[in-house]
């Protein structure tokens, strides 16, 4: 192989905090306002001969093309993971040459995952590499056998890329997997590893790699006390798909969200959980996110049926009131949005007469669910107002709809859906925008179906048996 020749450098002057560069020091960051973060450090020029020493067999070169003479029959040739939840996240499954970093917080269950992701494609017969730069051989080879990983996963301990890039020569699997890329370094730069400049090159040689040889690649990513992802901002740019990894460490369910996808959604997530013998997807998810039905709490609840990319969960929100002497009470909010959960305070107040403004509330979705999007407006309305006056809702009831700031009730995406999810899982009733409602919705469900206009008349159904 071919020994890398560096390349002409020259210094630079690099955020450590978030990775800005500029051409000269300064003392704030004018990208994440940090004090003192500039750093100096060698910057090389990345030519084409940065990439020349890659060993595996040379494709066709790129030339100009009319996009009539393009192949795309083999566009939707997907690796599938051997997990449904993981395959919707990414569109279908890891589309053969892209580029994927995957970030969380530590001991989440990142390398877990994708261990586990190994394991089950070598079964496929695919020819996969695990690339551990920040755990050694032993321990990997034990956490193997404890999650019963299959044994014909090829492994390499390294934290030189030329040295993994020779690697690769000697066996061209079909997915790499890198844990991490603030671990791995290259000789091209003389910059200390994790930098922002051993970050920038090491990735674009990555995607090289990917794109040149139409190899599929992962890489882990470390994220900031922030909750963002460490390093330049470059590098989410230049991969194809970013994934986070979240969950707490206290709790057994993770979540993985698509933030970036250029092959499927950005908005979709798959939900597993942590267990002894390693992460298990969630069949029933609706069931985490809503209390059991034998809790003897009927007061201050309300199910909802939120939208989560392509998919319906359903959630219930939960409200607390209590009446307070201070001049500012207090508004605390877990798993909605803060500023719309104030907006909807207001319209309770201004068009249904409830007196919220001497109480504390207390708002939260159960299960540690992010509910964002405005149909769970509705469900707040009915839950605040069952705790305030101490009145529980009919039995069984599901609800959904935007409250608009006058009092109404605006229509929603997939409503249909959402119904045929609540009838599914035994629900008897349901609320929602009179918009929404279709005549045929009659023969097509035997749930008990209540179309409103206004806020003031989902008030009334809900607490009407």
């Given at each position: 192989?071919?020994?890398?020749?560096?390349?002409?450098?020259?210094?630079?002057?690099?955020?450590?905090?978030?990775?800005?560069?500029?051409?000269?020091?300064?003392?704030?960051?004018?990208?994440?306002?940090?004090?003192?973060?500039?750093?100096?450090?060698?910057?090389?020029?990345?030519?084409?001969?940065?990439?020349?020493?890659?060993?595996?067999?040379?494709?066709?070169?790129?030339?100009?093309?009319?996009?009539?003479?393009?192949?795309?029959?083999?566009?939707?040739?997907?690796?599938?993971?051997?997990?449904?939840?993981?395959?919707?996240?990414?569109?279908?499954?890891?589309?053969?040459?892209?580029?994927?970093?995957?970030?969380?917080?530590?001991?989440?269950?990142?390398?877990?995952?994708?261990?586990?992701?190994?394991?089950?494609?070598?079964?496929?017969?695919?020819?996969?590499?695990?690339?551990?730069a920040e755990e050694s051989k032993e321990q990997v080879k034990d956490r193997s056998l404890r999650l019963e990983i299959s044994q014909d996963l090829l492994f390499l301990a390294e934290t030189n890329l030329e040295n993994i890039i020779e690697q690769?020569?000697?066996?061209?699997?079909?997915?790499?997997?890198?844990?991490?890329?603030?671990?791995?370094?290259?000789?091209?730069?003389?910059?200390?590893?994790?930098?922002?400049?051993?970050?920038?090159?090491?990735?674009?040689?990555?995607?090289?790699?990917?794109?040149?040889?139409?190899?599929?690649?992962?890489?882990?990513?470390?994220?900031?006390?922030?909750?963002?992802?460490?390093?330049?901002?470059?590098?989410?740019?230049?991969?194809?798909?970013?994934?986070?990894?979240?969950?707490?460490?206290?709790?057994?369910?993770?979540?993985?969200?698509?933030?970036?996808?250029?092959?499927?959604?950005?908005?979709?997530?798959?939900?597993?959980?942590?267990?002894?013998?390693?992460?298990?997807?969630?069949?029933?998810?609706?069931?985490?996110?809503?209390?059991?039905?034998?809790?003897?709490?009927?007061?201050?609840?309300?199910?909802?049926?939120?939208?989560?990319?392509?998919?319906?969960?359903?959630?219930?929100?939960?409200?607390?009131?209590?009446?307070?002497?201070?001049?500012?009470?207090?508004?605390?909010?877990?798993?909605?949005?803060?500023?719309?959960?104030?907006?909807?305070?207001?319209?309770?107040?201004?068009?249904?007469?409830?007196?919220?403004?001497?109480?504390?509330?207390?708002?939260?979705?159960?299960?540690?669910?992010?509910?964002?999007?405005?149909?769970?407006?509705?469900?707040?309305?009915?839950?605040?107002?069952?705790?305030?006056?101490?009145?529980?809702?009919?039995?069984?009831?599901?609800?959904?709809?935007?409250?608009?700031?006058?009092?109404?009730?605006?229509?929603?995406?997939?409503?249909?859906?959402?119904?045929?999810?609540?009838?599914?899982?035994?629900?008897?009733?349901?609320?929602?925008?009179?918009?929404?409602?279709?005549?045929?919705?009659?023969?097509?469900?035997?749930?008990?179906?209540?179309?409103?206009?206004?806020?003031?008349?989902?008030?009334?159904?809900?607490?009407?048996?």
């Open positions: 192989m071919n020994k890398l020749k560096k390349n002409k450098k020259h210094n630079g002057w690099f955020c450590k905090e978030c990775g800005y560069e500029s051409i000269t020091y300064l003392g704030k960051c004018p990208s994440c306002n940090a004090w003192a973060s500039l750093i100096e450090q060698p910057t090389p020029d990345i030519s084409s001969s940065t990439l020349s020493f890659l060993p595996i067999e040379e494709g066709n070169k790129n030339i100009i093309r009319k996009l009539s003479e393009i192949d795309i029959s083999n566009q939707e040739n997907r690796i599938d993971t051997g997990y449904d939840e993981l395959n919707r996240v990414l569109g279908g499954g890891i589309q053969q040459g892209c580029f994927i970093l995957i970030g969380g917080d530590p001991g989440v269950g990142k390398s877990t995952l994708l261990l586990q992701v190994a394991g089950r494609l070598c079964k496929k017969n695919k020819k996969i590499l695990y690339v551990s690769l020569s000697l066996y061209k699997p079909d997915l790499i997997i890198i844990d991490s890329i603030q671990a791995i370094s290259t000789n091209q730069t003389d910059a200390f590893s994790a930098s922002p400049s051993q970050i920038k090159l090491c990735t674009a040689i990555l995607m090289t790699l990917a794109k040149k040889y139409n190899i599929a690649i992962i890489i882990v990513g470390h994220i900031t006390k922030e909750g963002v992802l460490a390093g330049p901002k470059l590098l989410e740019h230049m991969v194809d798909v970013v994934l986070y990894f979240e969950g707490e460490r206290q709790s057994y369910l993770r979540i993985i969200r698509s933030i970036k996808n250029r092959f499927g959604p950005t908005d979709e997530i798959g939900l597993f959980e942590m267990q002894e013998s390693g992460l298990k997807e969630i069949i029933n998810p609706s069931s985490l996110f809503m209390s059991p039905e034998d809790s003897s709490i009927k007061t201050g609840t309300c199910i909802t049926a939120t939208l989560q990319g392509s998919r319906i969960l359903l959630a219930e929100i939960q409200a607390l009131t209590g009446y307070t002497n201070y001049p500012q009470p207090k508004r605390m909010v877990n798993g909605l949005d803060y500023n719309r959960s104030n907006q909807v305070i207001a319209v309770l107040e201004r068009r249904i007469g409830l007196a919220l403004s001497k109480h504390d509330i207390y708002l939260s979705a159960v299960g540690g669910l992010n509910v964002s999007e405005p149909s769970a407006d509705l469900a707040l309305c009915i839950a605040l107002t069952s705790c305030l006056r101490n009145i529980s809702t009919r039995n069984k009831l599901i609800v959904f709809g935007e409250v608009s700031l006058t009092g109404e009730i605006r229509q929603v995406s997939k409503a249909e859906s959402r119904i045929r999810e609540a009838e599914r899982l035994g629900f008897k009733s349901v609320i929602l925008p009179k918009l929404n409602y279709q005549e045929n919705f009659k023969n097509k469900f035997k749930i008990e179906i209540f179309p409103v206009a206004k806020l003031s008349e989902a008030l009334k159904i809900a607490f009407t048996e």
